[in-house]
């Protein structure tokens, strides 16, 4: 019978997870990644791995689940942040117009 | 005593939670965050608000420290991209520059 708690932790699980979805539908719409950091879904991969290992030692389904959906987003992120962030960044307004190098 | 499980969670939350602070650092160094989605981090904070829920009501106190530290995190993402992600972005290259509205 399922519990109040797994109610919460699935509905936790789902929220975290699909949160990134628009992140990746934002770069992939403005074809724009440079605002995001390498830093941050690099090392929150790294985690979310972890976390997976983790609910797997509880026997946590709600951990086990969100957890490699979410490892495969942020994955799919770092991908685009390759394919869309890498590139210099637009000028400003009122900077001048430089060829890059 | 604490166990495997313990020292891998505490792993997993650390590397999570801190993974925030790079993309706080970025835009707050950079002064932009167009790239950013509101939706990935309104919804995320709601899931991280419930997981801080879910780990209350199972005493796991790796899963209640990471998400009240990511909770911290993830809203001041929110307050910066209001700050610093709601103007016109910038023009690409070869674009006409035209007033913003």
Partial sequence: MIGVQDVVGLAAGTLTTISFVPQVVRIVRTRSAHDI???????FSVGVALWLGYGIMLG?????VSNVVTLTLATAI???KWRYGRDL??????AEQEPGP
Same sequence: chains 1, 2.
């Avoid at 950091?37 to 090392?43: A, P, Q």
């Fill in 37 to 43: 950091s390498w830093w941050m879904f690099g090392i």
């Fill in 60 to 64: 946590a389904l709600p951990v086990i």
């Fill in 78 to 80: 770092l991908c685009l």
């Fill in 89 to 94: 960044p637009p000028p400003r307004y009122g």
